[in-house]
């Protein structure tokens, strides 16, 4: 299964960045680098995990978001796998080691996992679209030793940040010293797939961002819309700023 490839079309807000470096007299490639970065930091804070939908700030998330992500995993997990008390678990695996497992004549399980392999197969033979596992009833869940499902648990739960990260390593691609984000998403910047690129399209400066990862769809337009107009608002502030400063500093007069 193919994981989200993200990609927005942006030229309509790009177009308003030139704008507003041309208006400003700044440089394009600098400002557009620069804010293209830091537009796209804004919209990672919207990609799970999060304890809580994100309000106003720059981070990417915090310890408690990491740990939502965490359980979100074991939650997803035991929609496919039921771990047994060890005796329970060494009755079924003795008694139906090949096929369902059964209490009389009722079907109470698809069967007995005995490896890591075969649960990670399980899995993924069982992932939707959005990357999150299809909810299966008690008679089709695979039955699983409880070792070995805090096992698969704590692999699957060392990917929780890749979305994020993968959203990250454009980010820091064009603007190295940004600052929001936190360790446990840079720790995922290795397994993460995302690019970012500065390029000349009809004399005018573009950034292009790409990344690909199960979390990315969560990402509604309706979100993007919010972050855009954020963004514009702080630049335009930003602006302004920059200009008072500099007028002041060249003892011009300004309001």
């Known amino acids: 299964m193919s994981k989200k490839h993200f990609e927005l079309d942006d030229a309509v807000f790009q177009s308003k960045i030139r704008k507003m470096a041309k208006k400003w007299k700044i440089d394009e490639k600098e400002f557009v680098q620069d804010q293209g970065a830091m537009y796209w930091r804004d919209l990672a804070r919207f990609i799970p995990p ?4 994100p309000g106003r700030g720059t981070t990417l998330g915090n310890k408690a978001d990491q740990m939502a992500g965490k359980l979100a995993i074991e939650y997803d997990l035991k929609k496919l796998f039921f771990a047994p008390e060890g005796r329970v678990f060494n009755w079924a695996e003795s008694t139906f ?24 197969r399980f899995h993924n ?11 299966l009833k008690g008679f089709q869940q695979m039955w699983v030793d409880e070792a070995m499902f805090d096992t698969y648990k704590f692999i699957v739960q060392r990917d929780v940040g890749i979305a994020k990260a993968s959203m990250a390593k454009g980010v820091l691609r064009l603007k190295p010293n940004i600052k929001g984000i936190p360790k446990w998403v840079r720790n995922q910047m290795g397994k993460a797939i995302g690019n970012a690129r500065m390029a000349k399209v009809n004399n005018s400066w573009t950034a292009f961002f790409t990344a690909k990862a199960f979390g990315l769809q969560h990402l509604s337009m309706g979100t993007v819309n919010i972050v855009r107009r954020g963004r514009l608002k702080a630049m335009e502030t930003r602006l302004k700023f920059l200009f008072k400063k500099a007028a002041k500093e060249s003892k011009l007069k300004v309001r």
């Open 50 to 53: 999060y304890k809580s939908f």
């Open 97 to 120: 080691p090949t096929g369902e497992i059964y209490k009389g004549r009722k079907v109470i399980g698809a069967g007995v996992i005995k490896s890591i392999g075969q649960m990670r």
């Open 125 to 135: 033979a069982n992932r939707l679209k959005n990357g999150r596992p299809r909810s």
